[in-house]
C-alpha cells in the first residue's frame, strides 16, 4: 500500500545518507566498537554527509525531474545531462571526499570535455571504485522490475565508471535493494534465497563467487572483521558492495546494527555502510532507523522530498 511504499522509500534514502554520515568519521579505523558508533547516533550535532549521498541525491533529483518511463531507460536517465549534474555537483563542494579518478574526470567534464572521454583520461580501461554502487538505490524506487532496475543502474553509473566491475557493482547493489523492498518488513530474510534473487542480474564469474561466500559467511556467523577478511573492505567495487549485502543479511530487521557491522569492518566505512543502510532501510523502513539520527542528518529535508516524488 501507499503508506509502507513511503515508508520504505523513506527507509531507503534515509538509510543510505545515515550510513555514509555515520561512516565517515571511522574511515580507516581499527578496532571501533558498537559503543562507539551508537555515541555518534545519540549525540546532537547535525551529521555532514560526503560524496555518497551528494551524488545520491543527484540521482533522485534526476529520476524525479524525468518524463516517462522506465521501461525506455534511455527516456528515463539522460547520460549527457546526468554526467553534467554530478560534476556540477562535484564543482560547487568538492571537499566532500571524492575519489581522486572522479575528480580528475569531474574538472574535464566542466571544463567542457565530453564526460566518454573524460571518464578514461586517468583510468584508460574505466574506473572499478564503487562510485556508482554507492550513489544507486534510488533507481530500485524506479524500475518495476528486476531488469528495468539493471537498466537504470548501468545508465546511472557509466557516466563515470566504464570498467565491468563497477557497472557490475551498481547493478548488484540496485537489484539487492529492489528485492530489499518488496520483502516484508516482519517476514525474516532468507539470505541463499535473497542472494538467489540477485545473481542473474550478476552474471560475472568474479561476482557469483562473491555470492556464494556471502551466504557461508551469513551460515557461519561472520564477525565483521572476518567478513572484511573475506570479501574486502576498500573503494573498489567488488571489495566493498559484497561486504555491504553481507552485512544487511547478517542482521536483517535491524538497520542500525547493519550500518555497525558494516562500519566496524573497517576500511572504506562509509561507503559500506551507505550501501548496507540503503538495504535495511528499504526492507525495515523509515520508522526502525535510529530516530535521534535521522533527525540531525545535513540533507533530512531533501530526503523527505525525494522519497516522496520516488515513492
Ligand atoms: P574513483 O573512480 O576515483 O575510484 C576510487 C579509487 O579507486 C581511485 O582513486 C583509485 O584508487 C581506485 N581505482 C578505481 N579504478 C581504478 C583502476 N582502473 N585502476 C587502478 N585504481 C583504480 O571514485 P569513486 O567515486 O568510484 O570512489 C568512491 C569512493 O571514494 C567512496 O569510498 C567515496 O566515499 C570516496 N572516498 C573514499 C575514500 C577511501 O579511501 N576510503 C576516501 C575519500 C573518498
Ligand atoms: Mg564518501
Ligand atoms: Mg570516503
Ligand atoms: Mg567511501
Given at each position: 500500500?501507499?503508506t509502507?511504499?513511503?515508508e520504505?522509500?523513506?527507509g531507503?534514502?534515509?538509510?543510505l545518507?545515515?550510513?555514509?554520515?555515520?561512516g565517515?568519521?571511522?574511515?580507516?579505523?581499527v578496532?571501533v566498537?558498537?559503543?562507539d558508533?551508537?555515541?555518534?547516533?545519540?549525540a546532537?550535532?547535525?551529521?555532514?554527509?560526503?560524496?555518497?549521498?551528494?551524488l545520491a541525491?543527484?540521482?533522485a533529483?534526476?529520476?524525479?525531474?524525468?518524463r516517462?518511463d522506465?521501461?525506455e531507460?534511455?527516456?528515463?536517465?539522460?547520460l549527457?545531462l546526468?554526467?553534467r549534474e554530478?560534476?556540477d555537483?562535484?564543482?560547487?563542494?568538492?571537499w566532500?571526499?571524492?575519489?581522486?579518478g572522479v575528480?580528475?574526470?569531474f574538472?574535464?567534464?566542466?571544463?567542457?570535455?565530453?564526460?566518454?572521454?573524460?571518464?578514461r583520461?586517468?583510468?584508460?580501461?574505466?574506473?572499478?571504485?564503487?562510485?556508482?554502487?554507492?550513489?544507486?538505490?534510488?533507481?530500485?524506487?524506479v524500475?518495476?522490475?528486476s531488469?528495468?532496475?539493471?537498466?537504470?543502474?548501468r545508465r546511472s553509473?557509466?557516466?563515470?565508471?566504464?570498467?565491468?566491475?563497477?557497472?557490475?557493482?551498481?547493478?548488484?547493489?540496485?537489484v539487492?535493494?529492489?528485492?530489499?523492498?518488496s520483502l516484508a518488513?516482519d517476514?525474516?530474510?532468507r539470505?541463499?534465497?535473497?542472494?538467489?534473487?540477485?545473481?542473474p542480474a550478476?552474471?560475472?564469474?568474479l561476482?557469483?563467487?562473491?555470492?556464494?561466500?556471502v551466504?557461508e559467511?551469513?551460515?557461519?556467523r561472520?564477525?565483521?572483521?572476518q567478513a572484511?577478511a573475506?570479501?574486502?573492505?576498500?573503494v573498489s567495487a567488488?571489495?566493498?558492495v559484497p561486504?555491504?549485502?553481507?552485512s544487511?543479511?547478517?542482521?536483517a530487521?535491524?538497520?542500525?546494527?547493519a550500518?555497525?557491522?558494516?562500519?566496524r569492518?573497517?576500511?572504506?566505512t562509509?561507503t559500506?555502510?551507505?550501501?548496507?543502510?540503503?538495504l535495511a532501510?528499504?526492507?525495515s523502513?523509515?520508522?526502525?532507523?535510529?530516530?535521534?539520527?535521522?533527525?540531525r542528518?545535513?540533507?533530512?529535508?531533501?530526503?523527505?522530498?525525494?522519497?516522496?516524488h520516488?515513492?
Open positions: 500500500d501507499d509502507s511504499r513511503i520504505k522509500a523513506r531507503l534514502l534515509f538509510g545518507a545515515l550510513g555514509d554520515c555515520l565517515a568519521p571511522f574511515e580507516g579505523k578496532g566498537t558498537d559503543a558508533i551508537v555515541a555518534k547516533e545519540n546532537t550535532d547535525t551529521l555532514p554527509h560526503t560524496d555518497d549521498t551528494a541525491l543527484v540521482l533529483r534526476h529520476l524525479a525531474q524525468r516517462g522506465a521501461r531507460p534511455e527516456k528515463f536517465v539522460d549527457d546526468l554526467a554530478f560534476a555537483t562535484w564543482h560547487a563542494e568538492p566532500r571526499g571524492y575519489g581522486g575528480t580528475t574526470s574538472r574535464l567534464i566542466v571544463e567542457g570535455t565530453p564526460w566518454r572521454e573524460a571518464i583520461a586517468v583510468y584508460p580501461e574505466g574506473s572499478f571504485g564503487n562510485g556508482g554502487a554507492m550513489r544507486v538505490a534510488p533507481v530500485a524506487l524500475g518495476t522490475d531488469g528495468q532496475v539493471a537498466a537504470l543502474a553509473t557509466e557516466v563515470t565508471h566504464a570498467h565491468d566491475d563497477a557497472l557490475h557493482g551498481a547493478v548488484c547493489q540496485a539487492a535493494t529492489h528485492v530489499a523492498l518488513p517476514e525474516p530474510v539470505a541463499g534465497d535473497f542472494v538467489d534473487s540477485v545473481r550478476v552474471p560475472s564469474p561476482w557469483q563467487d562473491k555470492f556464494d561466500r551466504v559467511l551469513v551460515e557461519q561472520a564477525d565483521p572483521a572484511a573475506a570479501l574486502g573492505n576498500d567488488p571489495g566493498s561486504l555491504a549485502l553481507l544487511f543479511l547478517r542482521n530487521g535491524d538497520p542500525s546494527a550500518m555497525r557491522f558494516a562500519i569492518a573497517g576500511g572504506d562509509d559500506v555502510a551507505s550501501m548496507a543502510g540503503a532501510g528499504a526492507h523502513g523509515y520508522a526502525t532507523l535510529p530516530r535521534q539520527a535521522v533527525s542528518l545535513e540533507a533530512a529535508a531533501q530526503l523527505h522530498l525525494y522519497a516522496e520516488l515513492a
